[in-house]
């Protein structure tokens, strides 16, 4: 039933959201469709359901009314900002901190962390929507918004004024920065970045043009710390831990997916991994039954209570639910019909999966995206193994200059495939609006899994109808 209410949910949330109807018309619209139900099935259940769909409904337009904040216009125009940083993203060639939901970029590198007071002197701006190499509208002020973010100030001039205390978030990220410089000092630039951000997400040291790599490539996922890297972790951590007792290893291996995901930052598709790996471990522990659409489904839920503009606008959240959904619902669906079974399916019907995603957001679909994707699912291991035995052995010397330097060959023959895959053209798609991403998948799923979901059609209205006429009413 929690798929049923995650529907209602965002049914309502859309309302509100996108098509900017008052909550009174809600209201009317769901008494209206609850009323219709009820009357269609008159049984108890059904008048209960449809009480349930109304105050459902409701919360998903209230939910998203009420994180909805005005953005204060005093906070616009030449500041000097003085307060606590609550996040830090190094770059190559900049830092970017958050103060008092302020987004200040500097072009030189700030020894700051977060808890850390600092001093900002800069013109905070409002943030802008902007058009993509590919006329794609990006609308950066929601997204900011979805992170809390009012405005932006560019090229600022940062001093840190005092050191923070003792915080999570502030452990976590020394932790992110400590294992990005272990890598820099024994893995060549630019695959020590790549190293950080598959094993840490730490993003700071993957330069621009290496991102577009990947990006044209179609591999840009695995840069950051995404659900498939969370399992492999845990697949390695868990076979470490196989000498203890089940719910021993399985204590200790959900603790340590809950610390990587904290010190890759927090990032949509890591906390998304993360949510479903700690369902599936407690599954484990309480000897439930795990399911991944459900897991799935919590964390939908969790990111829409945390923040709703997060699941209508942030597009690393979008591509992390879709892939997670072809793995687990629409891959077993096919991968029986291909003859390689997983490689293929992975490679080739993940692409066509999210073409119509493709198509709203970006346009790019790269043509030589399966090839680079089945190497990457090699590779990708290999090097997450690889630095984690490096930080294992950091300490010896000897030890972990061997390991960087065959970390580093071979992370420089995949950037050489990367680069002659690249040589290929690209393909652009033509746009399609949300509208039309909608009414894609909805289309898909009801092809596909049409007798799936005319089973579960039947069961429901089996369950709802009166027994004394349940059968009759059944067979018309």
């Avoid at 008052?22 to 769901?30: C, K, M, N, Q, Y």
């Avoid at 790996?277 to 309480?286: D, P």
């Avoid at 019907?349 to 399966?370: E, I, R």
Wanted: hydrophobic residues 50%; contains cysteine; positive net charge.
């Amino acid at each position: 039933m929690i798929e049923l209410f995650t529907i209602m949910l965002l049914t309502g949330a859309v309302l509100y959201h996108t098509l900017q109807l008052s909550l009174l018309t809600i209201l009317i619209i769901s008494a209206l469709t609850s009323a219709f139900f009820f009357i269609y099935f008159l049984s108890p259940k059904a008048l209960i359901l449809s009480l349930c769909m109304i105050f459902t409904i409701m919360l998903g337009a209230v939910t998203v009314w009420f994180h909805q904040e005005p953005i204060p216009k005093n906070i616009f125009g030449k500041k000097t900002i003085v307060g606590a940083v609550h996040t830090v993203d190094r770059r190559l060639d900049k830092t970017i901190v958050t103060v008092e939901h302020i987004q200040i970029t500097t072009t030189s590198q700030i020894d700051a962390l977060p808890g850390d007071t600092i001093k900002a002197i800069g013109v905070v701006e409002q943030p802008k929507d902007f058009m993509t190499n590919t006329d794609r509208l990006f609308p950066y002020q929601n997204y900011l918004l979805s992170k809390g973010i009012y405005g932006i100030v560019k090229n600022a001039d940062v001093t840190v004024l005092f050191k923070g205390h003792f915080s999570l978030n502030r452990i976590a990220t020394k932790i992110r920065f400590g294992i990005a410089t272990i890598f820099k000092r024994y893995i060549r630039f630019p695959v020590d970045g790549i190293v950080a951000g598959m094993l840490v997400g730490y993003q700071g040291g993957v330069p621009k043009n290496i991102q577009d790599l990947f990006r044209t490539t179609g591999v840009l996922h695995v840069l950051v710390l995404s659900g498939e890297n969370i399992t492999l972790l845990a697949t390695f951590l868990f076979a470490i831990l196989k000498v203890l007792p089940f719910k021993v290893k399985t204590f200790f291996t959900g603790i340590a997916v809950i610390l990587i995901v904290f010190i890759s930052g927090a990032g949509v598709a890591a906390v998304r991994a993360g949510i479903m790996a700690a369902v599936m471990l407690s599954s484990g522990i309480f000897k439930r039954t795990y399911s991944p659409f459900r897991a799935l489904t919590l964390s939908i839920l969790f990111f829409f209570f945390i923040s709703p503009e997060t699941v209508f606008i942030d597009p690393g959240f979008h591509l992390s639910v879709l892939a997670t959904l072809f793995m687990i619902v629409v891959a077993p669906k096919v991968q029986p019909s291909m003859k390689y079974g997983e490689v293929v399916v992975l490679a080739i019907g993940m692409p066509l999966f999210m073409l119509p995603y493709t198509m709203y957001f970006s346009g790019l679909l790269s043509s030589v995206s399966p090839f680079a994707n089945i190497m990457m699912m090699v590779i990708t291991p290999v090097l997450m193994l690889a630095g984690a035995l490096l930080l294992c052995v950091s300490w010896l010397t000897p030890f972990a200059q061997i390991v960087g330097t065959v970390t580093s060959m071979a992370g420089s023959i995949i950037l050489k495939v990367l680069h002659f895959l690249n040589t290929f053209p690209q393909l652009n798609t033509p746009p399609i609006d949300w509208r039309g991403v909608l009414a894609s998948y909805l289309l898909f799923f009801s092809i596909v899994f049409r007798k799936e979901l005319t089973q579960f059609w039947c069961e429901r209205r089996n369950s709802f109808l009166p027994h004394s006429n349940s059968s009759e009413r059944g067979n018309q």
